[in-house]
């Protein structure tokens, strides 16, 4: 215990002695455990409970009950946002009991009948979308009714400022909604339709977990059945079957039990059995086994799969990031105290003397870091919350702070700090005391064995990580740890590959240094100085390569995975597009084309839509349809599109003279080849008496990517009235070069709205990315740590080269030769990390991504042109310079150094 005391106090004195690299050995310790700190804070704080997700989906109530498929048999997770499907059924299966009381039973009865007597059931379904009059025109928002007064609401809908509506009239708003309309608390709003009973804000509101929502929140009984009865009383909603049926969908109630009654998990199936779902807070906070296995059932494990795959090889490359820093540390530290070290060899000192020195500096400064960096982890994320919930959408659910877990997290800095230190300490320990004393570097031949056993180690990592993202078992056994093959597989192949890009260094700081004699003279000593120390160069670069791989890791996932959900993602026009829609407006088309360029002047060309009508008797008219082939065993047809070549242009965005040409020529332009028929284009229509009648006409097939063929066929309006049907005005579409803005989209809406009260008016704004609190906090500590290592390392190599700048000093070279030097070895580092780090950090992401697509049927596949190039760029440019720039500018003092 006194050889531990007096081990410290020497290392202890060693940091006081030289408290500027001691400052920057304990900042590479500090910076991971800043970034792994605030990544875990920021996740834990995200993560609820099964009872705060209870109080998000349904307040202060005791279940939520939802139709889902009312006279089917359905099955579900715990949660019904984790999984439902319906039970597949033979079509000439007799229906059981329970789906034919489904069937037969008004639904608000057929509840109360399957729940405890006594129970209270609050509706909680979905309004309708709904347009309000904003202050520059009209927008779209969404809508829902709710008593706020009382506490049933809390924790889905929370009042932030102002008042709950309590009056007839009176309405609540989300920070959205009132970003988007220009209103504020105490305006009224008008809700379209509804002129006649405009409604006051009186607060505020937010949903938890969705703080982006645009939502109106009126009382009950004041929204939903008004609305319905203006649009139908429009000719707006027609109730078809089809839409009673999705209506019936969004039904929903809050259950309120009655004092010693519960809603167990037999409860659960039995209200499946008749097609319903429904969210238990008993079974959520004890969910029996059975429920879990339906979970797995519902595909739940795949994902827990994938979630946990993501995380173990977060936390293995954070891992990895640690050692990777502290070791550069370390070993500049040990280079810079070797004589020293050599005095206590030569005062008497044993080899373990030496080697336990090193290694309580190590413990000394990686405690010191390692605490550091778990303090300001915890106080950004706690002085960033309310942005960081902001980027992500959602409230944490507090603060939490997992003691065993930050305490884990700074165990392993300081572990890592420790083995970082090993290394310099085995080194020292041989060292002579003689070559200790007289400061020698020895200077070693690359070995040639190092870059094929880096190539091999990338090439075998690489395969590893992507052969486990997409093979073996979804959801295997546990084969370590807890982890399955895939996601050990994923890992290892991972940490394999950037390993591997290691032994790379040393080679190419040799071939730099060939490089170097056509130079001028200050890039040629920085090459060549560079490839002789290359013991001191190569740990440095290490350090940047960890730093920028999980960057690139971070950065490349997160745009993959946009990639891949906005690819999954169906537009009904190319982004852009502006869209008018007639629904029996047809004679306002002229007064609408006059008036929509002067709110959004540079609308470029118009291109007029037409609908194709079959007049089948006096005053008797049907839609045409274009047929499709089949699709889940029933035909596929949808209203045929009618227009010129200007419609191909805008609404397909495409320009192909073949296509035009065969448009005017009276042929139909086909953009799906499941509409294609022998070389010809089917339409179809219904007469008297259900009659089907079908028309063919010779088609082209332009082939468009599924996710382009914003319209299946398009004929002219000439071959139409060739045919014998009837032509008339539905719309028209144009595609502006320039974006419109969102206020100016509002003033159209709004003429549109004045001249034409049928019609619909939009543009088309494409995938919008949702937010995540874990994705933002993993992109800024990401950028935090690698901007910090970059800075941190070249500085240490700066201050263990300060022999070599004493050198330049003493034979004559100018203050700017040096400059010039330690600038250029400072951004050679950052350079050869960067790059390394940038082919490093593409293995797991796109291992990854490769899973994250796996687990969904025809799920988009990534590509390398995925990646955020110019993020890339600039990291793998910027990054360079910035060192470059910091390292020239450093306070050169080259008597500093005494031999």
Request: hydrophobic share 50%; aromatic share 4%.
């Amino acid at each position: 215990m006194s050889g531990l005391r007096a081990v410290l106090r020497i290392a202890r004195r060693d940091a006081r002695r030289a408290a500027g690299r001691s400052a920057l050995v304990a900042a590479m310790i500090a910076l991971p455990v800043l970034g792994a700190t605030g990544v875990d804070v920021v996740h834990r704080s995200g993560q609820l409970t099964a009872e705060q997700r209870a109080d998000r989906l349904m307040g202060r109530a005791d279940a939520l009950v939802g139709a889902y498929d009312p006279g089917r048999t359905i099955e579900q997770a715990v949660f019904p946002a984790d999984g439902v499907r319906t039970l597949p059924q033979r079509p000439d299966a007799e229906p059981t009991a329970e789906q034919r009381r489904a069937t037969d039973t008004e639904p608000t009865a057929l509840i109360r009948g399957l729940l405890p007597p006594g129970s209270t059931l609050t509706p909680a379904r979905t309004g309708p979308v709904a347009t309000v009059r904003t202050a520059d025109g009209l927008a779209p928002a969404d809508t829902f009714e709710a008593d706020l007064t009382g506490g049933l609401w809390r924790g889905r809908i929370d009042l932030v400022s102002g008042r709950a509506p309590a009056a007839p009239h009176e309405a609540a708003a989300t920070r959205a909604f009132l970003a988007a309309t220009g209103l504020r608390t105490g305006d009224t709003v008008t809700v379209r339709g509804l002129e006649s009973t405009p409604f006051t804000l009186t607060g505020t509101v937010e949903h938890p977990g969705d703080l982006n929502a645009v939502e109106l929140v009126a009382r009950p009984g004041e929204l939903y059945r008004q609305l319905d009865e203006a649009q139908a009383a429009a000719g707006l909603a027609p109730q078809t079957p089809t839409a009673e049926q999705a209506a019936a969908r969004k039904a929903a109630w809050l259950v309120t039990l009655p004092a010693g009654t519960a809603l167990d998990w037999p409860r659960v199936r039995e209200l499946n059995a008749h097609g319903y779902t429904l969210a238990s807070r008993q079974v959520a906070a004890h969910p029996p086994a059975e429920a879990l296995e339906r979970q797995e059932a519902v595909g739940a494990a795949g994902e827990r799969e994938r979630a946990l795959m993501t995380a173990a090889t977060t936390a293995a490359m954070a891992l990895l990031e640690v050692a990777l820093l502290a070791g550069p540390a370390f070993a500049v530290g040990a280079r810079r105290s070797r004589r020293q070290l050599a005095l206590l060899g030569a005062a008497g000192g044993r080899p373990g003397h030496v080697r336990a020195v090193v290694l309580g500096g190590g413990l000394l400064l990686g405690t010191l870091g390692a605490a550091l960096g778990s303090l300001l982890g915890t106080g950004l994320v706690a002085a960033l919350r309310p942005w960081i919930e902001e980027w992500g959408g959602s409230r944490f659910a507090g603060l939490a702070l997992r003691p065993a877990e930050l305490l884990a997290i700074a165990a392993v800095g300081v572990a890592t700090a420790v083995l970082a230190a090993l290394l310099p300490a085995l080194q020292a320990g041989r060292r002579e005391v003689l070559a200790g004393l007289t400061d020698r570097d020895p200077d070693r031949r690359p070995s040639r064995r190092a870059p094929l056993l880096g190539l091999a180690a990338v090439l075998g990592g690489a395969a590893l990580a992507l052969y486990g993202a997409v093979a073996g078992p979804v959801a295997g056994p546990p084969v370590l740890a807890g982890l399955s093959a895939r996601t050990l597989a994923v890992l290892g192949g991972a940490v394999l590959a950037e390993l591997g890009l290691l032994l790379f260094t040393p080679l190419l700081l040799a071939l730099l240094g060939r490089l170097a004699r056509r130079l001028p003279v200050g890039p040629r000593l920085a090459l060549r100085d560079a490839a002789r120390h290359r013991s001191r160069i190569a740990p440095a670069v290490a350090a940047v390569l960890a730093a920028v791989a999980g960057a690139v890791a971070v950065g490349v996932h997160s745009a993959g995975a946009e990639v891949q959900d906005r690819a999954a993602y169906r537009l009904d026009q190319p982004v852009g597009a502006v869209r008018l829609t007639l629904h029996g407006d047809g004679d306002t088309m002229p007064q609408l084309s006059a008036a929509l360029p002067q709110d959004l002047p540079d609308l470029g060309e118009r291109a007029d839509l037409y609908q194709a009508e079959y007049v089948f008797c006096e005053g008797c008219t049907g839609v045409v349809y274009a047929a499709g082939g089949q699709r889940y065993g029933e035909a596929v047809a949808v209203p045929a599109v009618v227009g010129d070549p200007t419609a191909l242009h805008n609404l397909l965005a495409l320009h192909d003279q073949g296509a035009d040409r065969a448009l005017l020529a009276g042929k139909a332009v086909v953009t799906d080849p499941a509409y294609l028929h022998d070389g010809q284009a089917v339409l179809r229509m219904q007469g008297n008496g259900g009659e089907v009648r079908e028309l063919r006409v010779d088609a082209l097939l332009v082939e468009r990517p599924a996710g382009q063929r914003y319209a299946p066929l398009v004929v002219a309006p000439e071959t139409v009235r060739r045919l014998g049907l009837r032509v008339a005005p539905a719309g028209a579409v144009w595609l502006p070069a320039a974006p419109v803005g969102e206020r100016a989209e509002q003033r159209a809406a709004a003429t549109v709205a004045r001249l034409a009260p049928h019609a619909e008016f939009g543009v088309e704004r494409g995938y919008r990315p949702q937010g995540s609190t874990v994705r933002v906090a993993l992109g800024g500590f990401a950028a935090l740590v690698v901007l910090g290592a970059a800075v941190v390392s070249t500085a240490l190599a700066a201050a263990d080269a300060r022999r070599e700048r004493a050198l330049l000093s003493a034979i004559g070279a100018r203050p700017r030769t040096r400059r010039t030097v330690a600038g250029l070895q400072a951004g050679l580092i950052a350079l050869l990390g960067a790059l390394l780090g940038t082919v490093s950090g593409f293995v797991p992401a796109f291992a990854l991504l490769r899973s994250r697509a796996s687990g969904v049927l025809g799920g988009p596949a990534v590509s390398p042109a995925d990646a955020p190039w110019a993020t890339i760029a600039l990291l793998a440019l910027g990054l360079p310079l910035l060192a470059g720039l910091l390292g020239a500018l450093r306070r050169d003092d080259p008597a500093g150094w005494r031999g």
